[in-house]
Structures are given as structure tokens and as C-alpha cells.
């Protein structure tokens, strides 16, 4: 098995990882039937019974086996697109939680024996399945969110600080030239995962200095409100602030696309979606979610500005003023320490977004963790030196390959799997994820500090 030299988790911790993260998974899924859970219910998302299937035979192959794919293909992604998934013979859910039970307890059974960094790499993976699965749950008809995680939610802190943010945003800006933006100058930032830190995914490693130039970003995600405002004042009908590509995948919509976010329509004059309840209008004060990176890249264009990329974005996360702009080695926006309720809308409980800024998170810009994934201008590539850990399909055969970089989590990620230096990355056409964007635009003449 590779080693790979980062601070792990005590085996406490990750046991009680395991364990938690489980109950999750099988906590999002408790109130469906076998009809919704083999239902094809979006062509680009797997039928949630081949999630589950797929989350165990992962486990098995990574904490049971050597980490070879095995004979029976069903559970490989690469052997079957996700359209097809739904043609494979598949277990009904009793069959398949009995299969994940089953894995698990050999695998407590043997639990010293694996490498932790590969432990949390399971831990990890099942949690980002979990975040599939809501893409899906949210298409879902008639899917509420279940009582037993209503109740944990309740429970937590997850109480909205409306305004306590902002404030902590004004008072902290020294680099800011205007009240919406942070400023930065040019330099040499350090961007990615160095190894002795927390666990990180092979693409993030490692850490490196990087040149940016002058930049400025926004203290805040775009809100719906805005987006909004950019539909109604014709932003889909305007040609001049989309790309080619973006164009053209606009022209290829039906007659029926409502040149809106997905899932927003029109009731009257005001925007409605449905998502894990039933039909109610838009929060327009929370950031904007469901559009993909041709929109984003759109929205932003015609604000003069531009997307980030996601170095300046991972500058941006990192902020701390009181370190100054070269401070940027942070895990976390509010510092190295874990998530807790209070410091972002992340872990799946919240099952929305929140007003920006409703929580406090850190020093600079708000909901740089949590809330929506942020579509950033940069292609997935790798870093410089990259190797591939463990799981070397995990990153390696998606670089360069068209998927645009996606950062800081959304309100369905469960914070354990994401950080300052975390990378997504998906096609730029695709929706169904929660994602939307910041804007951030050049400096000119603005150098080192
Ligand atoms: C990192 C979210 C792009 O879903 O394709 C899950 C995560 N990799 N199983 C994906 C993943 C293998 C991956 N993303
Ligand atoms: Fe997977």
C-alpha cells in the first residue's frame, strides 16, 4: 500500500469517521424504497442504489483488497457512464445495505491494519458520494428532508448571525479599496497542500509558491437577487457577454430552458424552485446556485469583471489581515481549526443555502467555504511535481481534459472534505451541482506591498 507522508486522524477519529459518516449516508436515503432508489431520475447522475453499492465496493477495495478493480465491473465508473448505470443488474436496498454492513465490519475487524491516509481517502470518497447523491435527492420528487436529520439540525448550532459578519468584514479590510472587493497585490502566494498538514487529495499536493498578479475579489458570492436582475435585464439575450462556447451551448437548449438558474421558474414576477420542499420562491439574498461555468463566466463578463482563478481564490480563503496578504496558509477561512455549525454552511443540514454572510467564518471574504461551489476561470490541471496517491484514477484522468475548477465546498459538503485547498472540478455545461461564482477583476498598477 503507498504511504504517504501527512498528519493523519488518530485511529479514534477515524473510526468514529467511519462510523458517523455511515449513519449519513444511510440517513439521507432512510425514508426511500427501491423504486426511488434504482429510479433514473437525471441521465448525468447515477441511480442512488449504484451510489450505495459503489461506496462499499470501494470500501472493499481499498481497506479489504490490494486497491485492484476486481473482476465484476458493475461499481467501476470508468466500465459504465452514469446514463447507463441504471441498465446494470443492481441489488435491491436490502441487499445492498446488508453488502455495506457486511464490508464494514471486516474492515473494523481488521482496522489497524490499513493505512490511515487510506482510511481517510474512504471517508472521504463516501462523503462525496453523499453530495451525488443530494445533486439527485433535490431532483427528486416529492424528497423532504429526512425527520432524523430535521432534528440533528435542530440540535446543532446552525442558527444564522445575520449581520455579525458583514460587520467583521468592514472592520477587517485593510488591502480593500472599495466596500464590495479585497485587494491584493502582486506576488508570489503560496498555494496548494504541503505534506505534515491535514489530509489532502493527491492533486492538491503540493505546496508551492505561485506568481499572481494584482487582483481584487469579491467580499461576497453573487446572490440570486442579482442573477436576477442580470435575467431581467436581458443577460440571456445578450450575446456580447458570452463566450463562443457559452453561446452555443445556450443556442442548443430546447424552447422549453427558461434562461434561468436550474430549477428556478417564473410564478407572476417572482422565481420560484422546488428543490427539498415544495415550490416556494427563491431566497434572493442568498448566493446564486445551479448555473453552470458558461453562465457563470457570462454574469461575470457582463458586471465587468471576470472569474476568479483558483489561485486567487485560494489566496482569497486564506486571507488573514492580521498576518498581511503573504499569510495564505490557511486550512480553513477562520483558521486551522475544524468546522464547527457556526463558522460556515456546510455538512448537508441546512438543506439550502443561507443569506450571505450569515454566519462568521473568518476575516475576508465571506462563504468562501460552504454555501456554493465557486466556478473559478481555471481548467483542472496538475500541480508541479504531481504523483498520484493511492487512488491514481482519483485526479490524474481528468487533467487537462476540459473540466473547470470548482472551489470551496457547498452547504451538501460534509466539512470534513473540504478546505482552503480542495479541488472540484466538473464540465462547464453541467447544473446539477451547487454551484455558483464570485466575481474578481484585475488591478492594474498595484504591486508588492
Ligand atoms: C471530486 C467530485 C469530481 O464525483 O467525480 C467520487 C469525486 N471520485 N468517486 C466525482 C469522486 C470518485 C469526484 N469529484
Ligand atoms: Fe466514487
Same mark, same amino acid.
Request: net charge negative.
Given at each position: 500500500?503507498?504511504q504517504?507522508?501527512?498528519?493523519?486522524?488518530?485511529?479514534?477519529?477515524?473510526?468514529?469517521?467511519?462510523?458517523?459518516?455511515?449513519?449519513?449516508?444511510?440517513?439521507?436515503?432512510?425514508?426511500?424504497?427501491?423504486?426511488?432508489?434504482?429510479?433514473?431520475?437525471?441521465?448525468?447522475?447515477?441511480?442512488?442504489?449504484?451510489?450505495?453499492?459503489?461506496?462499499?465496493?470501494?470500501?472493499?477495495?481499498?481497506?479489504?483488497?490490494?486497491?485492484?478493480?476486481?473482476?465484476?465491473?458493475?461499481?467501476?465508473?470508468?466500465?459504465?457512464?452514469?446514463?447507463?448505470?441504471?441498465?446494470?443488474?443492481?441489488?435491491?436496498?436490502?441487499?445492498?445495505?446488508?453488502?455495506?454492513?457486511?464490508?464494514?465490519?471486516?474492515?473494523?475487524?481488521?482496522?489497524?491494519?490499513?493505512?490511515?491516509?487510506?482510511i481517510?481517502?474512504?471517508?472521504?470518497?463516501?462523503q462525496?458520494?453523499?453530495?451525488?447523491?443530494?445533486?439527485?435527492?433535490?431532483?427528486l420528487?416529492?424528497?423532504?428532508?429526512?425527520?432524523?436529520?430535521?432534528?440533528?439540525?435542530? =440540535? !446543532? *448550532?446552525?442558527?444564522?448571525?445575520?449581520?455579525?459578519?458583514? /460587520?467583521? +468584514?468592514? @472592520?477587517?479590510?485593510?488591502? #480593500? $479599496?472599495?466596500?464590495?472587493?479585497?485587494?491584493?497585490?502582486?506576488?508570489?502566494?503560496?498555494?496548494?497542500?504541503?505534506?505534515?498538514?491535514?489530509?489532502?487529495?493527491?492533486?492538491?499536493?503540493?505546496?508551492?509558491?505561485?506568481?499572481?498578479?494584482?487582483?481584487?475579489?469579491?467580499?461576497?458570492?453573487?446572490?440570486?437577487?442579482?442573477?436576477?436582475?442580470?435575467?431581467?435585464?436581458?443577460?440571456?439575450?445578450?450575446?456580447?457577454?458570452?463566450?463562443?462556447?457559452?453561446?452555443?451551448?445556450?443556442?442548443?437548449?430546447?424552447?422549453?430552458?427558461?434562461?434561468?438558474?436550474?430549477?428556478?421558474?417564473?410564478?407572476?414576477?417572482?422565481?420560484?424552485?422546488?428543490?427539498?420542499?415544495?415550490?416556494?420562491?427563491?431566497? =434572493? !439574498? *442568498?448566493?446564486?446556485?445551479?448555473?453552470?461555468?458558461?453562465? /457563470?463566466? +457570462?454574469f @461575470?463578463?457582463?458586471?465587468d #469583471? $471576470?472569474?476568479?482563478?483558483?489561485?486567487?481564490?485560494?489566496?482569497?480563503?486564506?486571507?488573514?489581515?492580521?498576518?498581511?496578504?503573504?499569510?495564505?496558509a490557511?486550512?480553513?477561512?477562520?483558521?486551522?481549526?475544524?468546522?464547527?455549525?457556526?463558522?460556515?454552511?456546510?455538512?448537508?443540514?441546512?438543506f439550502?443555502?443561507?443569506?450571505?454572510?450569515?454566519?462568521?467564518?473568518?476575516?475576508?471574504?465571506?462563504?468562501?467555504?460552504?454555501q456554493?461551489?465557486?466556478?473559478?476561470?481555471?481548467?483542472?490541471?496538475?500541480?508541479?511535481?504531481?504523483?498520484?496517491?493511492?487512488?491514481?484514477?482519483?485526479?490524474?484522468?481528468?487533467?487537462?481534459?476540459?473540466?473547470?475548477v470548482?472551489?470551496?465546498?457547498?452547504?451538501?459538503?460534509? *466539512?470534513?472534505?473540504?478546505?482552503?485547498?480542495?479541488?472540484?472540478?466538473?464540465?462547464?455545461?453541467?447544473?446539477?451541482?451547487?454551484?455558483?461564482?464570485?466575481?474578481?477583476?484585475?488591478?492594474?498598477?498595484?504591486?508588492?506591498?
Open positions: 500500500m503507498v504517504v507522508e501527512q498528519r493523519a486522524a488518530s485511529a479514534e477519529d477515524l473510526l468514529q469517521a467511519l462510523i458517523s459518516t455511515r449513519a449519513r449516508t444511510l440517513a439521507l436515503v432512510a425514508e426511500l424504497g427501491d423504486e426511488q432508489l434504482s429510479r433514473v431520475v437525471d441521465p448525468l447522475l447515477s441511480p442512488l442504489i449504484w451510489d450505495l453499492g459503489h461506496i462499499a465496493r470501494f470500501e472493499q477495495r481499498w481497506l479489504l483488497e490490494d486497491g485492484a478493480e476486481g473482476q465484476d465491473d458493475t461499481y467501476d465508473p470508468f466500465a459504465h457512464t452514469r446514463a447507463q448505470r441504471s441498465g446494470l443488474s443492481l441489488p435491491t436496498r436490502d441487499e445492498c445495505i446488508e453488502r455495506m454492513s457486511a464490508v464494514r465490519e471486516l474492515v473494523i475487524g481488521r482496522f489497524e491494519q490499513n493505512d490511515p491516509a487510506v481517510e481517502l474512504v471517508i472521504q470518497h463516501e462525496q458520494h453523499n453530495e451525488t447523491m443530494l445533486q439527485l435527492l433535490r431532483q420528487e416529492g424528497y423532504r428532508p429526512p425527520t432524523a436529520l430535521l432534528e440533528q439540525a435542530a =440540535l !446543532s *448550532a446552525l442558527e444564522p448571525r445575520k449581520g455579525l459578519r458583514a /460587520a467583521a +468584514a468592514r @472592520a477587517y479590510r485593510p488591502g #480593500a $479599496r472599495r466596500e464590495d472587493w479585497i485587494a491584493f497585490p502582486a506576488g508570489e502566494y503560496r498555494i496548494g497542500a504541503g505534506l505534515g498538514e491535514s489530509f489532502a487529495h493527491d492533486n492538491e499536493f503540493g505546496a508551492h509558491s505561485h506568481p499572481i498578479a494584482a487582483f481584487e475579489i469579491a467580499v461576497q458570492p453573487v446572490t440570486a437577487g442579482q442573477y436576477a436582475d442580470w435575467i431581467a435585464a436581458g443577460g440571456y439575450e445578450d450575446r456580447t457577454a458570452w463566450s463562443v462556447l457559452g453561446w452555443s451551448w445556450l443556442a442548443a437548449q430546447g424552447q422549453s430552458f427558461s434562461g434561468a438558474p436550474d430549477g428556478w421558474q417564473l410564478e407572476g414576477d417572482t422565481w420560484m424552485h422546488s428543490g427539498f420542499g415544495p415550490l416556494r420562491p427563491v431566497d =434572493l !439574498s *442568498a448566493p446564486v446556485c445551479h448555473i453552470n461555468w458558461f453562465e /457563470a463566466d +457570462a @461575470a463578463r457582463a458586471h #469583471a $471576470r472569474l476568479p482563478t483558483e489561485f486567487e481564490w485560494e489566496v482569497g480563503a486564506s486571507y488573514d489581515p492580521r498576518v498581511g496578504a503573504a499569510g495564505t490557511r486550512s480553513h477561512p477562520w483558521g486551522d481549526t475544524e468546522w464547527s455549525p457556526g463558522t460556515a454552511n456546510l455538512d448537508q443540514l441546512a439550502g443555502t443561507l443569506p450571505v454572510g450569515s454566519l462568521d467564518q473568518g476575516y475576508g471574504p465571506v462563504d468562501m467555504l460552504g456554493v461551489w465557486e466556478w473559478t476561470a481555471s481548467e483542472f490541471a496538475p500541480y508541479p511535481g504531481f504523483a498520484p496517491f493511492a487512488y491514481v484514477d482519483y485526479s490524474a484522468p481528468f487533467f487537462n481534459a476540459g473540466y473547470r470548482l472551489r470551496g465546498g457547498s452547504w451538501a459538503t460534509r *466539512a470534513r472534505s473540504v478546505s482552503n485547498h480542495f479541488r472540484n472540478w466538473d464540465r462547464p455545461q453541467r447544473r446539477q451541482l451547487f454551484s455558483g461564482l464570485r466575481l474578481a477583476r484585475d488591478i492594474v498598477g498595484f504591486g508588492p506591498a
